[in-house]
């Protein structure tokens, strides 16, 4: 994709809040970067993270589609990978169909046990806001890495 076509989907008014957020909160361990995510993820270190957060992921409904979702088979052994024994992934959706395909994958992972749910551990999204609105269920999903 074009630099300037990727320049135009950044959302700098979000950007900014964030950068304003980790100022505010004297954060020192918050990096950010613009580009697709699992290709940074390729970069990162084995064993280098403490957790990967993926709140409300864009749901892919479409059979043809569901190549494009974040949480495949492929990208969750990768973030696997990236995470240190224990370390934690917790995915949040309002897509009943994703959450099932989530928790499929999810639990088919060597690496990774259930670590329950946790509503409070994350803010609210304006994502989950919407899919509350609708009616849609909310689901959070936990895994530690155990090897």
């Known amino acids: 994709m074009p630099l300037d076509s990727l320049l135009r989907r950044v959302r700098w008014g979000n950007l900014a809040r964030l950068l304003a957020l980790v100022g505010e909160q004297g954060l020192t361990n918050v990096r950010v970067a613009h580009g697709d995510a699992m290709e940074l993820v390729h970069r990162i270190a084995p064993g280098a993270l403490d957790a990967v957060h993926i709140f409300f992921p864009d749901p892919w ?7 494009r979702r974040l949480i495949r088979p492929d990208n969750v052994a990768l973030l696997r990978e990236r995470l240190r024994l224990g370390g934690l992934v917790h ?3 309002d897509w009943p169909d994703y959450a099932a395909a989530m928790i499929e994958t999810l639990d088919a992972d060597p690496g990774l046990a259930r670590d329950g749910e946790d509503r409070d551990a994350r803010p609210e999204t304006k ?7 609708a009616g849609r269920p909310i689901t959070d999903l936990r895994y530690r890495r155990v090897r």
């Open 91 to 93: 995915c949040a959706t």
């Open 61 to 67: 409904p479409k059979a043809r589609h569901h190549k």
């Open 127 to 133: 994502f989950e806001r919407r899919g509350r609105e």
